[in-house]
Every structure is written in C-alpha cells, then in structure tokens.
C-alpha cells in the first residue's frame, strides 16, 4: 500500500473515531457495548496504520532531506540572510514547484523545528537545512511578523479538562492526529497548543468545568432562551375553547470578545541562539499560566461591565448563612437544594469554592466533635466519596473568596453549586504571539507577547443553573 493510500484510510479512520466520540460527548455518556468493541477496533486499526506510515514518512523525510542537501542554506557563510521580501519570492517560487510534488506528512517535530526558524529568522540568525526544510513542508515563511497558534478543537478540549481533573495522572492520546487536516499547515507545534491550554485550566478552575465554544470571528454571540416554567396545561370541558394563547418568556444570552493579553515574555538571546532550547515548551508555560490567571479572574469575578461576566456574579442566591463568620453542614446541604432538581440531575452539576473554604468545610466536626468529612463517618458530608460533598464533586477556584483571620468573611459569596457546565467561555480564533525585537536590545532580551479574545456568561433562560451562598 503507498503512503497516499495509507493516509486516505487514515484520514477515513479519523473521520470514524471522531464521529463516534462527538456522539458519545454531544450525548454526554459512555459508549454502548455495542458501540465499545467498534470504538476498540477503530483505534486499533488506527494505531497500526499510524506504525506503517511513521515507516513511510521516515523515508520520505530522508530522501527529501538527501535531496536538499546539494542547496546552500539560507545565510550560509559569505551570504547574508535574506530579507522578508527575497524570503516571500522564494518561498512563493518554492510553493509552485511543491504543488507539483506529493506532499510529504507533517509530523510534531516538523512544526516545531519550523517555529525554531520563525524564532531565529526573527533574530537574523541563520537557517540550518533542516530549518527551511520545515519551513517548505509547511508552506510557512519565517519571514511573517507573527504566529498563529491554533487551540484545539472543543472535543479534543474535553480531554484535556479531563486529564486536568485528574491531576495530570493520565496519558494525554491521540493529540496529534487531528491537526493534519484541521491544522497541518501551521507551524505552532502541539506541544505550544498544549502547554497553553493544560496551563489556563490549572490556573484557575472555571475552564475545568465551563464549555468552551470556539468562533472564527468576534462578532457578538446570541444565544436565544425560552422559559415556559410558569406555564401549566388546562383540563377542558366539552366544547369549551382552548382560549387565549399563552407564550413562553422568550430572551437571549450575548457573549462579546474582550481582547486579553500575557504582557511581555522575556526571553535571553543566548537562549534563542541555542538550537537545541525548547522554546515551544518554555513560552507555551509562560503564556498558559499569564492568560489562565487573567482570564479565570475575570470568568470568576467579571461585572459584565466591558468584561466577561463571572461565574460568581451571573450566579443567584442560593443560601444566606445563619452566622456572618461561618457555615454548616446544614447550609451546605440547603445550598444544594436550592437548585432545582432539573439540574442537580443533569452532567456537569458540582460544588466550586476557595481551597480556604474547602478547608473550613474539612474541619467541620459533629456533636460528639468527630470531623464530619470523612468516609468513615456513616451519613457524613463525604460519605463514601471523601473528595465529594453530599455525593457532588467539587472545584476549586482560588479567585473566589478564601477566609479572614481562619473564617469566611462577612457579606462574601464563598460557595457555588449548580450545573457548572452552564457557563460557556466564548473564544474567538488562534492565539497571536508576537516578537518585540527592538524595545528590550539595551538588556539583549527579545520580548514574546501572546493575545486572545475571548468572553465568558452563564446560560441561563429564567431558572437559575448556579447559586451561591452567602455569609449573613
């Protein structure tokens, strides 16, 4: 079978094993025994076929590289390294005669030794074979003035929240595949898009439980709402007339695209200069934990007034303490139903909270001053689940309110319970990064800035998914 053949029925198997987990996730449930044995098979199939290719394409690879080996790389010595309009005449020169060449596979190592000559050519440094090499795969100019870093698709994105719910424990599969025909012509490698995205849902909590919905452009967001709740049927007599008509209270939610930055990222030249430096992986951490900080701050805490309205303040009073400076078990157990049924039933329902909360909650202690979460208490908060409560995960969300001097504080939200999957993020595009080149050479540093847009609400149509408690 030729490597053409061996990537259509590659691509085929990735169309199947992404069909069915949309289906199993879009329907929020595992797969059916009848579904599991096709789902275990599918990926089987898949995971060998990848085996045959990495031979293929190893081949490919090394031939190309023979190929190019008789071309002068770009800077060689007693050549200077070409500018950004030589680059794009040659780079469109080189585009032609590839189109009337197979395509050779793209590979994580092919995009980030291509994010390595963006980087170096950005310096004036010179380009190895290996780097223009990537650059031609690709059909990438290292010449452009930023970076496009593509997030991964919201299916993938899932996996991702998973793995950070875990707490890392679990191998992060099949990452890589979906980014031959949805991203195989960028140059971020996946180890960036990773590192950022594994980094915003640790700092913070919103992302681990919110639904992330990716737009292409940033025009505002409608999301229509119907609440027929307080509407009820009606016995007839005979012929009585079914009467006036009686209309739902119709709305709509809006997200917006407020633009978010990581501030500078300074990085030494010497570091740049050494091509052995991971500098996807160094900056994809900088950049992940810069805007997960921001973000989570403003998706928790947001006034909906030229930002994103947070969490907390789109949430609706659940429950008001008895003491300003305490909580119950009690108040806990009232809180969670204070949310109607309808939700509390539904994927995605849970506690969020301050890691200072959750640690007044785990001192709580009965009359006979035994500590109440703990599995060995039968009946207890824990019950049998000691990271639950009442049976409910929780999350924690550090930009909430902690404690005052070793107890909550007085007039504050401290807790959330409800559909928490309720609130959506609303990110729009890639993330840009940028290099500052001339505003950090008096220390030798060259400056990396990353933005993106993004908004985040809480979908509610009139009964309200989140409530909070708050101490009296």
């Known amino acids: 079978m030729t490597l053409k053949e061996l990537r259509e029925k590659l691509a085929e198997l990735a169309k199947v094993i992404r069909q069915m987990a949309d289906k199993a996730n879009n329907e929020k449930r595992d797969f059916t025994p009848e579904e599991k044995p096709q789902w275990e098979k599918a990926n089987a199939d898949y995971n060998a076929l990848l085996r045959q290719i990495e031979i293929a394409k190893r081949a490919a690879e090394v031939d190309a590289a023979t190929s190019a080996i008789d071309a002068p790389p770009a800077g060689a010595a007693g050549k200077p390294t070409p500018g950004r309009e030589d680059y794009d005449s040659r780079a469109a020169e080189e585009g032609r005669k590839d189109d009337r060449r197979a395509p050779v596979p793209v590979t994580e190592e092919t995009r980030a030794t291509a994010f390595q000559a963006w980087a170096r050519f950005q310096l004036g440094m010179e380009l190895e074979v290996r780097h223009e090499e990537a650059c031609k795969i690709l059909r990438f100019n290292p010449a452009r003035g930023f970076v496009d870093i593509p997030l991964v698709p919201s299916h993938q994105y899932r996996?991702?929240?998973?793995?950070?719910?875990?707490?890392?424990?679990?191998?992060?599969?099949?990452?890589?595949?979906?980014?031959?025909?949805?991203?195989?012509?960028?140059?971020?490698?996946?180890?960036?898009?990773?590192?950022?995205?594994?980094?915003?849902?640790?700092?913070?909590?919103?992302?681990?439980?919110?639904?992330?919905?990716?737009?292409?452009?940033?025009?505002?967001?409608?999301?229509?709402?119907?609440?027929?709740?307080?509407?009820?049927?009606?016995?007839?007599?005979?012929?009585?007339?079914?009467?006036s008509s009686t209309d739902p209270a119709f709305g709509k939610v809006t997200w917006n695209a407020y633009k978010f930055s990581s501030k500078p990222i300074l990085v030494p030249f010497e570091l740049l200069q050494d091509s052995a430096f991971d500098l996807a992986t160094v900056i994809g951490q900088m950049l992940g934990e810069r805007l997960g900080r921001i973000t989570n701050t403003r998706f928790t805490t947001g006034n909906a007034a030229g930002q994103p309205n947070g969490i907390v303040t789109a949430s609706t009073l659940g429950k008001t303490t008895a003491g300003a400076a305490a909580i119950t078990a009690d108040e806990i157990s009232d809180l969670t139903f204070s949310v109607d049924i309808a939700y509390r039933n539904q994927p995605g329902v849970g506690f969020m909270m301050s890691d200072g909360i959750l640690s007044y909650i785990r001192k709580l202690k009965s009359a006979n001053n035994e500590y109440?979460?703990?599995?060995?208490?039968?009946?207890?908060?824990?019950?049998?689940?000691?990271?639950?409560?009442?049976?409910?995960?929780?999350?924690?969300?550090?930009?909430?309110?902690?404690?005052?001097?070793?107890?909550?504080?007085?007039?504050?939200?401290?807790?959330?319970?409800?559909?928490?999957?309720?609130?959506?993020?609303?990110?729009?595009?890639?993330?840009?990064?940028?290099?500052?080149?001339?505003?950090?050479?008096?220390?030798?540093?060259?400056?990396?800035?990353?933005?993106?847009?993004?908004?985040?609400?809480?979908?509610?149509?009139?009964?309200?998914?989140?409530?909070?408690?708050?101490?009296?």
């Not at 913070?204 to 027929?228: H, L």
């Not at 924690?396 to 504050?412: E, K, Q, R, S």
């Open 372 to 472: 109440i979460w703990t599995p060995n208490f039968v009946g207890g908060m824990a019950a049998d689940y000691p990271d639950r409560l009442f049976g409910y995960p929780y999350t924690i969300n550090n930009d909430m309110v902690g404690l005052t001097t070793g107890a909550p504080a007085t007039a504050t939200k401290t807790m959330l319970f409800g559909q928490l999957s309720k609130y959506k993020i609303r990110s729009v595009g890639a993330i840009r990064l940028y290099r500052l080149e001339e505003r950090y050479r008096d220390t030798d540093q060259d400056g990396f800035i990353a933005f993106v847009r993004e908004d985040g609400n809480l979908l509610s149509a009139g009964t309200a998914p989140i409530k909070h408690m708050l101490q009296a």
């Open 159 to 243: 996996q991702i929240q998973e793995h950070v719910r875990s707490g890392g424990r679990r191998e992060l599969r099949d990452l890589s595949h979906v980014a031959g025909p949805t991203g195989g012509y960028t140059v971020a490698p996946e180890t960036l898009v990773r590192q950022i995205e594994l980094n915003m849902l640790y700092f913070g909590g919103v992302r681990q439980v919110a639904e992330t919905i990716r737009t292409a452009s940033g025009e505002p967001m409608t999301w229509p709402t119907a609440d027929d709740t307080t509407n009820t049927g009606a016995q007839l007599g005979e012929n009585t007339s079914i009467g």
